[in-house]
């Protein structure tokens, strides 16, 4: 079945940048636009056991019940504009959100892991991912964006760097799919207390910050200076 808005073969990152509300349909069934983004909607519905069509469907109608105007196509920034943005809108976010989710985690894990063991799992992948985080937004900050933004750039180095940045955004993926499997998809239970939902609530829109911020440097900045 053919979709008048999009197609099976398209990759799902191009279809992020191209209708960014598409992003929450993609986080709802776990398919990585940014790490993953060169894959097809079929191939990526395939992997997640995810009925192509239904996807399609899916994603058109949050096109076409988008609210409020579309948002600014990134790709449109210049690199100095959309470092600033990147820095000021997902970096500053994770300096303020990171240390707050890891003292969550502790606690609640600390009260509630004996009736739920998963979440001492939740924990440990909550501090690994903020143990990778921060040291990369400050490497990027530093290193990365100053180089990328350079009157003389140096090609080499960048390449490495950017290799580096590729390789680092995998493994905080794969960590963005421990805390997913260890709260069971973000799922509560009944006797969840406050600290539990806010936890939770926390988790939900980190992965979702994150997700878009790794997006925008893997396929809006990234291709800017790809050999």
């Known amino acids: 079945m053919e979709n008048p808005i999009l197609n ?13 509300e598409c992003a929450q349909v993609f986080q709802r069934h776990r398919i990585d ?18 009925d192509v069509d239904s996807l399609l469907a899916e994603l058109s109608r949050a096109i076409t019940e988008r609210r409020g105007d579309p948002q600014d196509d990134p790709r449109e920034l210049t ?15 994770l300096r303020k959100a990171l240390p707050f989710v890891q003292t969550l985690a502790t606690k609640v894990s600390r009260v509630h892991g004996d009736h739920n063991p998963k979440l001492r799992h939740l924990e440990a992948a909550v501090q690994e ?23 003389q750039p140096d090609q080499t180095s960048i390449a490495r760097q950017l290799a580096s940045m590729q390789d680092e955004h995998l493994a905080v993926a794969k960590l963005l799919e421990r805390i997913r499997a260890a709260s069971d998809e973000f799922t509560l239970p009944e006797w969840a ?33 790809a050999a």
Do not use: W
């Open 8 to 20: 099976r073969q398209q990759p799902v990152a191009r279809v992020v940048l191209d209708h960014s």
């Open 33 to 50: 636009f940014c790490c993953q983004g060169d894959q097809s909607i079929e191939t990526a519905a395939t992997a997640k056991k995810v």
């Open 79 to 93: 690199t100095p504009r959309l470092v600033a943005y990147i820095v000021s809108k997902h970096h500053e976010y």
């Open 129 to 151: 991912i903020s143990a990778a985080l921060l040291p990369h937004l400050d490497d990027e900050e530093q290193s990365l964006f100053p180089a990328l933004m350079s009157k």
């Open 193 to 225: 207390c406050n600290s539990y939902n806010t936890l939770f609530s926390e988790l939900q829109q980190l992965e979702s910050d994150v997700f878009t911020h790794v997006h925008l440097e893997n396929h809006v900045l990234k291709p800017r200076f």
